[in-house]
């Protein structure tokens, strides 16, 4: 069974810092490249930012350039996103993304819920 499971969303001051873990599990987890997507209210979801398989390349979104950082960790079959300097509109429901281009398979996690507010 596939699971992808976020954590570490909540309530935050305008300029603190969150770190999100998505731990999976029912795939290899080393043959997909991973991503964080976000979704504001009644708004589209977006990438957020993407790691390749190996963690050799990744890619950011430009309003979260140099103040976000993605990883994986293959071992421990997790993913995370640490953010830093937020802001009132990084709030959104974050979810983590799992690709296979090869196979054409793609699992979504359940989302966590960031808040950015003062």
């Known amino acids: 069974q596939v699971q992808l499971v976020e954590s570490g969303g909540g309530l935050v001051q305008p300029g603190g810092s969150l770190r999100l873990s998505c731990v999976v599990s029912?795939?290899?987890?080393?043959?997909?490249?991973m991503s964080w997507y976000r979704q504001a209210p009644g708004k589209e979801r977006k990438s957020v930012a993407s790691?390749?398989?190996?963690?050799?390349?990744?890619n950011y979104a430009d309003s979260v350039k140099g103040r976000f950082t993605i990883s994986r960790d293959n071992a421990k079959n997790t993913l995370a996103l640490q953010m830093n300097s937020l802001k009132p509109e990084d709030t959104a429901v974050y979810y983590c993304?799992?690709?296979?281009?090869?196979?054409?398979?793609?699992?979504w996690g359940q989302g966590t819920q960031v808040t950015v507010s003062s």
């Open positions: 790691i390749s398989s190996v963690g050799g390349r990744t």
């Open positions: 029912g795939f290899t987890f080393s043959s997909y490249a």
């Open positions: 993304k799992a690709e296979s281009v090869l196979f054409s398979l793609v699992y």
